[in-house]
C-alpha cells in the first residue's frame, strides 16, 4: 500500500480528516491537547530585557503555550510536502513518564523537529495502551483494600471502575510528555479501545481464524497464579534464584537403580518419562527399560532424547510434560500422557495424596521432599543457582501449565517478515540487532494469544446451542451456519501485543481506505527498546505485510537502555529509579532532553549520570550568555536585534572565515550523524563547537572587535557572522534543545513564530570564500599559541583575565598569516603585547606549540623549564600515539584518505613542536 502522492489525491482530498479521538474512556486531561489555532491566530511573542540567567521555569511554559497556539505537530494531510511519519510506541494509558519514556521519545522528537525544519510534511501520531493486566492489577488492589473483589462486583461494575479509572488518570502521560517538549500530533491521539480500532483487531482475527491461521487446544504455558492467565514467552521476568538440587533414587523394574537430579521434587508426582541423552555410556542399555517413582508407584519408561544435557546433575532427566517447556516437546516427541500436579491458583491438586492436596507449590516443595527423605529415595542435597521465571507485571512466580488456548500458527505469517529484513528493505540500527531479530524469526514458536483477564479485547469468538464455533467483526445476534441464537461468546481476552501489533496502520483507519492511511502509511521509522523486538517489532511487521501488503516502517531504531548508575537495572522495588520530571525540575527539560539525545541511539546500556544532565544545563546557560551578549552589544534596546547591514566576503578578517568554515563543517557532520542515527555524534560536535569554538574563542574576539575603535568593516563583518553563525547553531540545536533555542532565536533578526518554521542549515549558507581552509588551520594554530601562552602564565600566577599586558615575542613563521594578524589574535586573547625585540634585562620564559614559539617575557627560571619538559613529555606521548595509529594496516589502509592525511599532518607538527621544546632546553638555564 504505498503512499499515495498524486495530485488527484491531493484534489480529492479537500479536507483533513481526523478520526475520532478516543471515546468514552478518553482521559478528560488530554482534552487540553486538541485545541489549536492556525498559525495566523497565534498571539504574537514579544519579546523582552533578557535575565542575567536561563530560566527554565519561565521559558518552558511560554514556549509550549505558543507550540499549542501554533498548532505545531498538526500534520496535513493535503500538504504538497513529502510526508516523514512516526507511529509512537504507545505507553501504558495509566501509565507515569520514567527514564525510558524520556530517552526514547526524546529520541523521536530529535528526529521529527530535525525533518520537519528539513522540509517533510511530518506526522508523529501518539496514542496509549490500554494496559489490561496492569490496570487490572490497580484496580484488583484498590478492591482487596476495600474488602471485595473483581467477582463480587461484577463484571459490568468492573469495567464501570477501570473506565473511571482512565478518565482520572489516563492524560497524566500527555501531561509529562508535553513538559518536555515532544511535539506529537496530539489531533490524532490514539488508544487502543477505541471503538475503530477495535474493529480492525477482529477484522484480523476473523481473517487468521477463516484461515485457519488461529486455533484453539491444550499447550503448555506460562501460567501467573495470582492472574490466573497465560503469560507470553517474552513476558517473563527472569530473576536469580537459588534453591536446592536434589538428585533422587528411581527403582528400575526388576533390579537397579538411576538417579536423577531436580529442583522441582513436587512435580515428581507428575513424572511419565525418566530421559537419558543418547549414546551416554553411563545409561548404556537402559533405554526401554521402567522405573517405579517413590510415593506414587507409577510405573514409567526409560527414554532416549537429544534434549538432555548429559552434564547437568547426573545426566538423566526426570520428564514432567505437564510442568516444564523442555519435557513438553519431549512428551511430544514419544507420545508420553500429560498429567497437571498444580491447579490454576497455584496449590496443589492430587486428591489421591491427601498429604500435598491443596498445599501452595513452595509447601508441596518441602514436604516432598520430606517424604522422599523418608522413603529414603534422596541420595544427595546441594545449593543450586538458576533463574527462575515471574510475570512481568505483578512478579508472582510463573507455573508452566498446561492450558487450552488460543494460537496464531506462525510460520506462514513469519515467512515474508523474514524475507523483507533479509532483503535489507526493512534495515535495524545498530545493524547488529538484525540478526538478534532473524535468529528470533527462524525458531518462533505459535503465539499463544490469549488472556484469562477481565480487561481487555473480547476474542470475537462465538459458540452456538448446536456447537457452531464462529469468529465475527460485529457483535453477532445468532449463527452464521445455523441461525441459532442461543450464543457462548468466549471468556477470554485478547494478549495486548496482539492488538499492540496492528498499531502502525489501525491508527490512521485500517482496514477504511482513509486519506491519512494513504498518506501516512507506511511510517518510515519505530523508535523502540530491544526487550521488544519480539513482542511487538516483529508482530508489526508480520501483521503489516499480511494485512496491508507494506512493510509497517522501513527502519527500526533501538534506542539505549538507562541503566541505574552503579550498573544494574532500574526498578521500583530496588528503589534506584530515577523520574525525568524531577531532573527538568532540577535543571530544565533541554539538559534532560541533550543527554538523552547524546546517550539515546547507542542501543548499547547506558548508565544514568546526572553530572551529565548538569553539564547540558551549563551549556544552555553558556549559549543563553553569549545570545545576551550579542543582544546587549547589537541591540539598541538590549531586547532584540534588528537587521545587519550585510558584509562582504573581501571583508571578513581570518577569524570570520574559520568561524564560518567550521560552521559549515558541523552542518556537514550533524546532517551525515543525523542521518545515521547517531545522534551521539551530533551532539558531541555541537556541544564543542558552540562552547569552544564559539562561545570561548569567537565571541571573546568578536566582543573586542565591537568595543573598541575598529574599522566600519570590521565591525560589520564581525557582527554578520557572528548573528549568522549564532543563528545557524540554534536551528541545529533546535531539534535537541528547543526551549533555549526558541529563546534565544526570538532575540535574533527575522525571527519566526518558531525555529520549526525555519529550514535546517546548509553548509552553503556559511561560505567563507576562497583560502577559507587556509584560514581554519593558520587560526587554530594561533588559538593553540593562545592556550600555551595562557598555561605559561597561568603557572606564574596571572590569570586570563589579568589587566597587566606582559611583552611577548612571537616567532610563527609556520603560521599562515601575516605577522600582524597573528599578533592582533593573540593580543586580543591573551594579556600580552607583542613585540619585536627582547626587552632589555628580562629573561624570557619559553612557549611552544603547532607552527609557533614565543618567548614571553614574565620571570622564567626552574619552574619554567618544569613546564616545558612536562609539554616535552606529553607531546612525545602523542607523536608515539600518533605513530602507532598510522603503523596500524586497519587505519592507514581503511580510513577516508582525508582523515590518514591529518593524522600525518599532526605527526609532522609535534615533532617539530618536540625539536623546538628540546632546543629551547638546551638553551635554557
Known amino acids: 500500500m504505498p503512499r499515495n502522492r498524486s495530485e488527484a489525491h491531493r484534489r480529492n482530498s479537500r479536507t483533513r480528516p481526523h478520526p475520532s479521538v478516543p471515546s468514552g474512556v478518553l482521559p478528560a486531561a488530554a482534552a487540553p491537547f486538541l485545541r489549536f489555532r492556525p498559525p495566523e491566530e497565534a498571539s504574537v511573542y514579544s519579546a523582552s530585557l533578557m535575565e542575567p540567567s536561563f530560566s527554565p521555569a519561565t521559558v518552558e511554559p511560554r514556549w509550549r503555550e505558543r507550540w499549542q497556539e501554533i498548532g505545531l505537530g498538526i500534520a496535513d494531510v493535503n500538504s504538497r510536502r513529502p510526508p516523514f511519519v512516526i507511529a509512537l510506541p504507545p505507553p501504558n494509558i495509566t501509565g507515569a513518564l520514567h527514564l525510558g519514556h524520556a530517552v526514547q521519545q526524546s529520541v523521536q522528537d530529535i528526529m521529527v523537529r530535525h525533518r520537519r525544519m528539513s522540509g517533510f510534511e511530518v506526522e508523529w501520531c501518539p496514542g496509549t495502551d490500554h494496559a489490561a493486566i496492569a490496570t487490572q492489577n490497580v484496580i484488583e488492589r484498590q478492591l482487596d483494600a476495600e474488602g471485595t473483589t473483581k467477582e463480587a462486583l461484577g463484571r459490568e461494575a468492573f469495567q464501570r471502575r477501570v473506565d473511571a479509572w482512565y478518565r482520572e488518570y489516563g492524560g497524566r502521560i500527555y501531561d509529562q510528555m508535553r513538559r518536555l517538549g515532544f511535539t506529537c500530533d496530539w489531533s490524532r491521539a490514539r488508544f487502543t479501545l477505541d471503538p475503530a480500532y477495535v474493529r480492525a483487531i477482529r477484522v484480523v482475527f476473523k481473517a487468521l481464524y477463516d484461515e485457519g491461521l488461529i486455533y484453539r487446544g491444550p499447550r503448555i504455558v506460562n501460567w501467573c497464579p495470582r492472574n490466573l492467565s497465560a503469560i507470553s514467552d517474552e513476558e517473563v521476568d527472569w530473576q536469580e534464584h537459588t534453591d536446592t538440587l536434589v538428585q533422587l533414587r528411581y527403582p528400575i523394574e526388576d533390579d537397579g537403580e538411576i538417579v536423577i537430579a531436580t529442583v522441582r521434587p513436587e512435580t515428581m508426582l507428575a513424572d511419565t518419562a525418566v530421559a537419558v541423552a543418547p549414546g551416554d555410556p553411563r545409561y548404556a542399555g537402559l533405554a526401554g527399560r521402567t522405573v517405579v517413582l517413590p510415593l506414587t508407584g507409577r510405573r514409567v519408561p526409560i527414554i532416549e532424547d537429544a534434549a538432555v544435557q548429559p552434564e547437568f546433575g547426573t545426566g538423566a532427566l526426570k520428564v514432567t510434560p505437564g510442568h516444564d517447556l523442555t519435557d513438553y516437546e519431549i512428551g511430544q516427541r514419544h507420545r508420553l500422557p500429560l498429567i497437571s500436579v498444580v491447579a490454576p491458583d497455584g496449590t496443589m491438586d492430587v486428591a489421591d495424596l491427601p498429604r500435598f492436596h491443596g498445599l501452595t507449590v513452595s509447601a508441596a516443595r518441602a514436604a516432598v521432599l520430606e517424604a522422599l527423605r523418608e522413603a529414603g529415595a534422596v541420595v544427595k542435597e546441594e545449593p543450586y543457582v538458576h533463574q527462575v521465571g515471574h510475570c512481568d507485571r505483578c512478579g508472582e512466580v510463573l507455573e508452566p501449565l498446561i492450558s487450552e488456548q488460543w494460537w496464531v500458527r506462525m510460520r506462514t505469517l513469519a515467512e515474508p517478515a523474514i524475507a523483507v529484513v533479509d532483503s535489507g528493505q526493512l534495515s535495524f540500527h545498530p545493524q547488529r540487532f538484525t540478526n538478534v531479530y532473524l535468529d528470533w524469526m527462524r525458531n518462533l514458536r505459535d503465539w499463544c494469544i490469549s488472556r484469562q483477564l477481565w480487561l481487555g479485547h473480547a476474542i470475537p469468538v462465538s459458540t452456538c446451542g448446536n ?102 537495572r532500574m526498578s521500583k522495588s530496588k528503589g534506584n529509579t530515577v523520574d525525568p520530571l524531577v531532573m527538568v525540575d532540577r535543571y530544565g527539560a533541554d539538559a534532560v532532553r541533550a543527554w538523552a539525545g547524546a546517550v539515546g541511539t547507542s542501543g548499547q546500556d547506558m548508565r544514568f549520570d546526572e553530572d551529565r544532565i548538569a553539564s547540558y544545563q551549563r551549556f544552555a546557560n553558556k549559549l543563553w550568555n553569549v545570545t545576551r551578549l550579542l543582544v546587549m552589544r547589537l541591540s539598541p534596546d538590549g531586547e532584540r536585534i534588528g537587521e545587519l547591514p550585510s558584509a562582504p566576503v573581501s571583508d571578513l578578517l ?54 573598541t575603535e575598529a574599522s566600519p568593516a570590521s565591525r560589520a563583518a564581525a557582527a554578520a557572522t557572528a548573528v549568522r553563525v549564532l543563528d545557524g547553531l540554534l536551528r541545529l540545536l533546535n531539534p535537541f534543545m528547543p526551549f533555549i533555542t526558541e529563546e534565544c532565536a526570538e532575540r535574533l533578526p527575522g525571527a519566526a513564530p518558531t525555529l520549526q518554521q525555519r529550514s535546517w542549515p546548509r553548509p552553503q549558507e556559511y561560505d567563507a570564500g576562497d583560502g577559507a581552509g587556509t584560514a581554519v588551520a593558520a587560526v587554530d594554530q594561533v588559538f593553540e599559541l593562545v592556550q600555551a601562552l595562557r598555561a605559561a602564565l597561568q603557572e606564574a600566577g596571572i590569570g586570563s583575565g589579568s589587566r597587566d599586558r606582559f611583552p611577548v615575542l612571537i616567532r610563527a613563521a609556520e603560521i599562515a598569516l601575516p605577522a600582524g594578524e597573528v599578533q592582533r589574535l593573540v593580543e586580543m586573547l591573551a594579556p600580552v603585547i607583542a613585540v619585536d625585540e627582547p626587552p632589555p634585562g628580562r629573561r624570557p620564559v619559553g612557549v611552544v606549540s603547532r607552527g609557533a614559539e614565543a618567548e614571553l617575557f614574565i620571570g622564567g627560571g626552574t619552574a619554567d623549564r618544569a613546564r616545558l619538559e612536562r609539554q616535552l613529555r606529553s607531546t612525545e606521548e602523542r607523536l608515539r600515539s600518533q605513530e602507532t595509529r598510522l603503523a596500524n594496516p586497519d587505519f592507514s589502509q581503511r580510513a577516508p584518505e582525508a582523515v590518514v592525511a591529518e593524522a600525518r599532518r599532526r605527526l609532522a607538527e609535534d615533532q617539530a613542536t618536540i625539536d623546538s621544546l628540546r632546543r629551547m632546553l638546551e638553551e635554557s638555564p
Not at 563543517?665 to 551525515?672: G, Q, S
Request: proline share 6%; net charge negative; with cysteine.
Open 467 to 568: 456447537g457452531h464455533r464462529f469468529a465475527w467483526i460485529e457483535q453477532p445476534s445468532g449463527c452464521p451456519q445455523c441461525g441459532d441464537s442461543r450464543l457462548t461468546h468466549d471468556p477470554d481476552v485478547l494478549d495486548t501485543w496482539f492488538s499492540s501489533a496492528l498499531w502502525p496502520f489501525a491508527i490512521f483507519g485500517w482496514p477504511e481506505q482513509t486519506p491519512d492511511l494513504e498518506r501516512f502509511y507506511p511510517t518510515d521509522a519505530m523508535v523502540t527498546g530491544r526487550e521488544i523486538i519480539f513482542l511487538w517489532v516483529a508482530r508489526m511487521i508480520m501483521t503489516g505485510l499480511r494485512f496491508t501488503g507494506a512493510k509497517p516502517f522501513a527502519e527500526v531504531i533501538i534506542n539505549s537502555t538507562i541503566q541505574a548508575p552503579d550498573g544494574s
Open 654 to 707: 581570518p577569524e570570520d572565515r574559520w568561524m564560518l568554515a567550521r560552521m559549515a563543517e558541523l552542518v556537514r557532520i550533524c546532517d551525515a550523524s543525523i542521518t545515521a542515527y547517531r545522534f551521539h555524534e551530533a551532539m558531541e560536535r555541537l556541544y564543542e563547537l558552540t562552547w569552544h569554538g564559539f562561545c570561548d574563542w569567537y565571541a571573546e574576539i568578536v566582543n573586542r572587535r565591537l568595543r
